[in-house]
């Protein structure tokens, strides 16, 4: 694949963000100089054990909550994970029902189909066109046998923002006449950039974060857990993480992690509004100049950095492919990818067609996108779908 | 990639004796394979002229212009013997989950050949 010199233009940080220079250098003494095991007693484990203390400062105070109430994991996926299984084990009733929506990450889907095998009932709220959630259905959705609610913070696919503190509201209003309480989650991964995640204003009992989104490492995330909640560990062996989730610690991706809150907290207003402003460019450029091109999802409910567009008649990967030859990084929720012929599911639930959704291209900024990098897009994207439309027989 | 970057033999014929399409838009891939049928000096029906229009994503697109490379000048019997492996071996392989897409290039061109067929029977 022959590509041009100059430095890609990465406009997918949704799927990833490169790990800032700052957090990389915090990282890189945990791992060949202080490499003890936080759990051992001796100088060297409690070198790590101040670092991970340290990170989960860091992280307590981005969330506001107490220190007690983060538990490190190896990822937003695993949090998720913990989140729905480990509350059904907890569960103490016969038929427990979960509350989520359609327009989930996979990890939290999936998970949802394999316990319905199990027994356990869900119910898969829809969204409007606009991708939000009607908190009303949320209320309406209320069994005697919910144990827990989930819904995703800002979506991954369309970038819509999900009314979570009113949701915190109705369930805190209704937990006041229950004896089995229901448990509210949040999938906060593509929202810690850029949105108030705050805890007790966003009312939720559990939410789950992941430290490449904003800048940390992969491999390490973090499940907050509410004082109090009942929730059962999913994976057995040591003490770590207040009995709650066993294997020896992340240091240095910990520390990462740690250091990206930090970051993410200082830089977050001016970011979001630098981003808005590039993203709005883009978004505006290309309805205007390429006919037959829409935004999936809503304008104004949105995360600042993400632009989904969908280029009737052509398919989303060729376009993709297209754009990486000149450098450019994109993604496609297209079916082609993932080995199935089904189009994006968060498409399909916002009631975009079959043959529509296949169109679509997704562009995530991130804090180092530049007009220039825009410009550049909006001068290479017209051509590309001029010719695939020139190729395709739907005319 | 090149097949795909620059595909061959890309658009519609005008009034062609053959065409074969496949697939559907909503699962994000159609193929329509056009041909023009001659005789070659051993009066044989041969492909004399062959295009493509796809939809789809790049293997399905790279699929199209290789498989109008390899019909064009062939008769119609050794075309129609063209099989999806044929196709994937020529493009250096495809990824498993791409296979599919080389069948259609296949199906396409057995399509165009019966329609032409049907149409001088």
Redesign the interface.
């Known amino acids: 694949?022959s590509r041009q010199d100059a430095p890609p233009i990465y406009l997918d940080h949704a799927a990833t963000t490169p790990v800032d220079p700052e957090v990389f250098a915090t990282m890189k003494p945990y791992f060949t100089e202080h490499y003890g095991n936080p759990a051992s007693i001796h100088t060297v484990g409690q070198k790590a054990i101040i670092a991970v203390d340290e990170a989960r400062e860091q992280v307590a105070d981005f969330l506001g909550c107490k220190t007690g109430e983060i538990i490190f994991t190896s990822g937003a996926t695993e949090s998720n994970n913990f989140v729905l299984k480990g509350v059904l084990a907890a569960a103490k009733i016969q038929k427990p029902h979960i509350i989520t929506s359609t327009i989930e990450h996979p990890c939290i889907l999936d998970t949802c189909q394999h316990l319905e095998k199990r027994g356990v009932e869900v119910t898969y709220l829809p969204v409007d066109k606009e991708g939000v959630l009607n908190t009303k259905s949320v209320q309406e959705a209320i069994k005697e046998n919910t144990v827990l609610v989930t819904i995703i913070y800002a979506n991954n696919e369309i970038g819509t923002i999900q009314p979570i503190a009113e949701i915190g509201e109705i369930i805190k209003k209704a937990n006041q006449e229950r004896k089995n309480k229901i448990i509210f989650h949040t999938d906060a991964v593509q929202a810690i950039q850029y949105l108030d995640c705050n805890v007790k204003k966003l009312g939720v009992d559990l939410l789950s974060l992941s430290g490449h989104k904003f800048y940390g490492p992969k491999g390490v995330g973090v499940l907050f857990v509410k004082e109090g909640t009942l929730i059962e560990k999913i994976q057995h062996g040591g003490h770590q993480e207040y009995n709650k989730r066993a294997g020896t610690l992340n240091v240095p991706g910990i520390v990462g992690l740690g250091k990206a809150t930090e970051l993410t907290s200082k830089n977050r207003v001016a970011d979001s509004k630098k981003q808005q402003k590039l993203r709005d460019l883009l978004i505006n450029s290309i309805l205007k100049n390429i006919p037959d091109s829409h935004l999936n999802g809503s304008n104004k409910h949105r995360l600042p950095n993400n632009a989904n567009i969908r280029f009737d008649?052509?398919?989303g990967?060729?376009i993709m492919?297209?754009l990486d030859?000149e450098g450019i990084a994109v993604s496609t929720g297209?079916?082609?990818t993932s080995?199935t012929?089904e189009?994006s599911h968060v498409l399909l639930a916002i009631g975009v067609?079959?043959?529509q959704a296949?169109g679509s291209i997704r562009f995530t900024l991130g804090k180092d996108t530049s007009e220039a990098d825009i410009k550049k897009v909006l001068e290479v994207l017209p051509p590309i779908v001029k010719k695939?439309r020139?190729?395709?027989?739907?005319k | 990639?090149d097949h795909?970057?620059d595909?061959h033999n890309?658009?519609s014929i005008k009034d062609p004796d053959g065409v074969g399409?496949v697939g559907n838009?909503?699962?994000?891939?159609?193929?329509?394979l056009y041909i023009k049928v001659g005789k070659n000096e051993a009066g044989k029906e041969k492909i004399s002229d062959i295009s493509f229009?796809?939809?789809?994503?790049?293997?399905?697109?790279a699929t199209s212009s290789m498989i109008t490379d390899m019909a064009l000048g062939k008769t119609l019997a050794e075309a129609i013997e063209i099989t999806n492996q044929n196709i994937a071996e020529k493009l250096d392989g495809l990824p498993p989950?791409?296979m599919?897409c080389s069948n259609l290039a296949a199906d396409a061109l057995k399509k165009a050949i019966a329609d032409y067929k049907s149409k001088n029977k």
């Not at chain 1, 020139?390 to 739907?394: A, D, E, N, V």
């Not at chain 2, 838009?25 to 329509?32: E, R, V």
């Open positions: 694949m008649k052509i398919e990967e060729s492919l297209h030859f297209s079916a082609c080995g012929l189009p067609a079959k043959e296949h695939l020139q190729m395709s027989p739907l | 990639m795909f970057r595909p890309m658009g399409e838009p909503s699962c994000g891939d159609i193929m329509k229009e796809t939809m789809g994503c790049a293997a399905a697109i989950t791409k599919h």
